[in-house]
């Protein structure tokens, strides 16, 4: 038997429990490849699933943790072989298959891809899957046709792990980006990765009028609720909002005015089941377009025995910033 460092959500009577603890490489679940997990990260599912305040995890046990970034240690597929780096998000991993918070993972081949040229492991998971979604969101507006010739893009959530990514992209590329944020201490950091107007998040939480004076030819929106709706009644005509989260609610009481007489599009993006050509397509414009040295100030590198504690943090929307799990870091 070969053992292996994991944390371990189980359930009882009693309710949900998490521990760290020796975990059997035969308890694995099916798949092709085996990798030596080098650092994974936690968002806000895995802090859900980790304190047990949403019903992520599907089955139990679990290995909690939707991302890491590792090396191949064995394979029966031809794709890869012992010693390639790669990395994996989405796919229902920590949630229906064993996953990224232990030393090893066993997953399908297909679910993996490549690390990009120029990308650390690290630097990887920095990114994570938070901002393979915000870059999934700018390519939608890009299949869209809107140009930032036309007018200024908004993001709300600004200062959280998907909106600063995309913050950096669309700035990149050239837009004009406004930033709405409910932490004005971050006016600063907001303005380092490219926002040049910082809007007050309490001004969009409450309902608003249908239809607003237009603002905004793009948007990308990980708030949903109220705050979508009052970025929909400012959209421009011809306008697209590319919305992949609902941190201020699932529900959308929002007018289909602005959407019919401003000919709007409402995108929705999700980035569990993309598909491979897309994953690889977005994590080649990551590593090119993404400077990790401006997400590093917000960057907190823990240990695996220190998940269980910031994952309260992170349910609870007390931390700040990007939180990256150093499980075996001297292979980076």
């Given amino acids: 038997m070969s053992f292996f460092k994991a944390l371990v959500i189980d359930k009882s009577e009693q309710g949900q429990s998490v521990v760290l603890r020796d975990f059997d490489e035969e308890g694995l679940m099916e798949g092709d490849v085996t990798v030596r997990v080098a650092y994974s990260n936690l968002n806000y599912k895995d802090g859900l699933a980790l304190t047990g305040m949403a019903p992520v995890v599907k089955r139990f046990p679990m290995i909690p943790g939707t991302d890491f970034a590792g090396v191949v240690e064995t394979s029966d597929n031809p794709r890869f072989a012992p010693g390639d780096k790669v990395l994996l998000t989405g796919w229902g991993v920590g949630e229906k298959h064993l996953g990224a918070l232990a030393e090893k993972a066993r997953v399908k081949a297909d679910w993996l891809i490549p690390l990009p040229e120029g990308l650390s492991m690290l630097d990887a998971?920095?990114?994570?899957?938070?901002?393979?979604?915000a870059m999934l969101c700018v390519m939608a507006l890009e299949r869209s046709g809107v140009k930032p010739e036309q007018g200024p893009a908004v993001v709300t959530g600004a200062t959280g792990r998907i909106s600063s990514v995309a913050t950096m992209l669309l700035s990149g590329s050239g837009w004009t980006v406004h930033a709405v944020t409910g932490r004005a201490e971050d006016a600063d950091y907001l303005k380092s990765l490219g926002a040049v107007e910082i809007l007050a998040r309490n001004d969009f939480i409450t309902p608003g009028k249908p239809m607003n004076k237009e603002r905004w030819i793009a948007a990308i929106d990980t708030a949903g609720s109220?705050?979508?709706?009052?970025?929909?009644?400012?959209?421009?005509?011809?306008?697209?909002?590319?919305?992949?989260?609902?941190?201020?609610?699932?529900?959308?009481?929002?007018?289909?005015a602005p959407i019919i007489l401003r000919s709007l599009s409402l995108l929705g993006v999700d980035s569990v089941m993309c598909p491979i050509e897309r994953r690889m397509k977005a994590w080649s414009r990551l590593a090119r377009e993404v400077d990790v040295a401006k997400l590093a100030p917000l960057r907190l590198v823990i240990p695996l025995s220190a998940v269980i504690e910031t994952a309260k943090d992170?349910?609870?929307?007390?931390n700040r910033g990007r939180v990256v799990v150093a499980v075996n870091p001297t292979q980076d």
């Fill in 125 to 133: 998971m920095t990114i994570g899957s938070t901002g393979f979604t």
């Fill in 226 to 256: 109220h705050i979508l709706a009052n970025i929909l009644a400012h959209m421009r005509y011809g306008g697209v909002v590319a919305s992949c989260g609902a941190t201020a609610g699932m529900d959308l009481q929002a007018s289909v």
């Fill in 314 to 318: 992170i349910a609870a929307k007390t």
